[in-house]
């Protein structure tokens, strides 16, 4: 069965609250198999994430997953934020390490107890063991009789990076990491946004070839303006997509840079989905048009009915 998967991020004004939970609504009710919510551990963040999550699981009945990252915390801040979203019925994580504070590089001091993202998962596991060591179970047939089980388990997600991680060396390196995060108890990786098929396809190749046996799904991005993209690559070190580029900056208007970028967004999850994932995770700006329609493009949702049946 072919998956699909949303993340989404905290909202920081009332208006932008708005806008969230009516995507919610509607992304929620069209089955996805879970939807994430980024986190960031200073400020707001922290309390605005758990309020999206716990939305998704009490009034969605959606499997919610928790963005969690290492950077500048202790052993004990990090085990704390895990129970936080353990006890509110979060068992699925997505691990990361995270980047350097505004102003500070990977010369200085900012990691905290954790120098990588395996690091992390081992945590979640250990703090989830101690919470949940064990329960009981009915023993079939013997109404009063109970059997010992072993506690619940987590999903732990963790980053790859198809077209590598700003601060690797090779692709060889990135596959040892993403080996040493599966070793360490991680259950399913994720990739950053790529914008070519065969970018994806090539590097879940050379991951089998090296070991890895988690699932690897990939994650895609509808980029509707030329603005959207030069931005992301900035933040992601991404090779720019020229095709990709020019037709947004081509485009009359907004309304046909949507329609560009969607396309393109298509292209990309067909190929995915064709060369043999089992899924596809949107990264949707908080937005249900654009997920939706790629959805729709690659035929894992029924088209919108037009206003005129």
Same mark, same amino acid.
């Given at each position: 069965?072919?998956? /699909?998967?949303?993340?989404?991020?905290?909202?920081?004004?009332?208006?932008?609250?708005?806008?969230?939970?009516?995507?919610?609504d509607?992304?929620?009710?069209?089955?996805?198999?879970f939807?994430?919510?980024?986190?960031?551990?200073?400020?707001?963040?922290?309390?605005?994430?758990?309020?999206?999550?716990?939305?998704?699981?009490?009034?969605?009945?959606?499997?919610?997953?928790?963005?969690?990252?290492?950077?500048?915390?202790?052993?004990?801040?990090?085990?704390?934020?895990?129970?936080?979203?353990?006890?509110?019925?979060?068992?699925? /994580?997505?691990?990361?390490?995270?980047?350097?504070?505004?102003?500070?590089?990977?010369? !200085?001091?900012?990691?905290?107890?954790?120098?990588?993202?395996?690091e992390?998962?081992?945590?979640?596991?250990?703090?989830?063991?101690?919470?949940?060591?064990?329960s /009981?179970?009915?023993?079939?047939? /013997?109404?009063?009789?109970?059997?010992?089980?072993?506690?619940?388990?987590?999903?732990?997600?963790?980053?790859?990076?198809?077209?590598?991680?700003?601060?690797?060396?090779?692709?060889?390196?990135?596959? !040892?990491?993403?080996?040493?995060?599966?070793?360490?108890?991680?259950?399913?990786?994720?990739?950053?946004?790529?914008?070519?098929?065969?970018?994806?396809?090539?590097?879940?190749? !050379?991951?089998?070839?090296?070991?890895?046996?988690?699932?690897i799904?990939?994650?895609i991005?509808?980029?509707?303006?030329?603005a959207?993209?030069?931005?992301?690559?900035?933040?992601?070190g991404?090779?720019e997509?020229?095709?990709?580029?020019?037709?947004?900056?081509a485009?009359? !208007?907004?309304?046909?840079?949507?329609?560009?970028?969607?396309?393109?967004?298509?292209?990309?999850?067909?190929?995915?989905?064709?060369?043999?994932a089992?899924?596809?995770?949107?990264?949707?700006?908080?937005?249900?048009?654009?997920?939706?329609?790629?959805?729709?493009?690659?035929?894992?949702?029924?088209?919108?009915?037009?206003?005129?049946?």
């Amino acid at each position: 069965m072919t998956t /699909f998967s949303f993340e989404l991020y905290p909202p920081r004004t009332p208006a932008a609250e708005a806008k969230l939970f009516e995507s919610i609504d509607r992304l929620s009710a069209i089955g996805p198999e879970f939807i994430s919510v980024t986190y960031r551990p200073t400020g707001p963040d922290r309390a605005a994430s758990l309020a999206v999550l716990g939305k998704l699981i009490r009034e969605h009945r959606v499997s919610a997953m928790a963005h969690l990252t290492s950077v500048g915390s202790s052993y004990e801040e990090a085990s704390t934020v895990i129970r936080e979203f353990l006890d509110e019925g979060i068992t699925s /994580f997505l691990a990361l390490r995270g980047d350097p504070p505004p102003g500070m590089n990977e010369h !200085d001091d900012f990691l905290g107890d954790f120098a990588t993202a395996a690091e992390l998962v081992q945590l979640i596991h250990r703090v989830q063991a101690e919470r949940s060591q064990f329960s /009981f179970e009915n023993v079939p047939g /013997f109404p009063t009789a109970k059997r010992l089980r072993s506690g619940e388990k987590v999903t732990i997600a963790v980053a790859a990076f198809p077209n590598g991680h700003p601060r690797s060396r090779s692709r060889r390196q990135d596959i !040892d990491t993403l080996l040493a995060k599966e070793a360490a108890g991680a259950n399913l990786a994720i990739t950053q946004l790529f914008f070519e098929a065969d970018d994806y396809l090539g590097f879940v190749a !050379d991951a089998r070839a090296a070991g890895v046996t988690m699932r690897i799904l990939p994650g895609i991005m509808p980029v509707l303006t030329a603005a959207k993209l030069r931005r992301t690559l900035e933040l992601s070190g991404d090779p720019e997509p020229r095709a990709l580029r020019a037709a947004l900056e081509a485009a009359p !208007d907004a309304a046909a840079a949507a329609r560009v970028g969607i396309d393109a967004c298509i292209a990309v999850a067909q190929g995915v989905l064709e060369g043999g994932a089992d899924g596809i995770h949107l990264y949707t700006f908080n937005s249900a048009d654009a997920p939706l329609a790629v959805l729709e493009g690659v035929g894992l949702l029924e088209p919108s009915p037009s206003p005129q049946q």
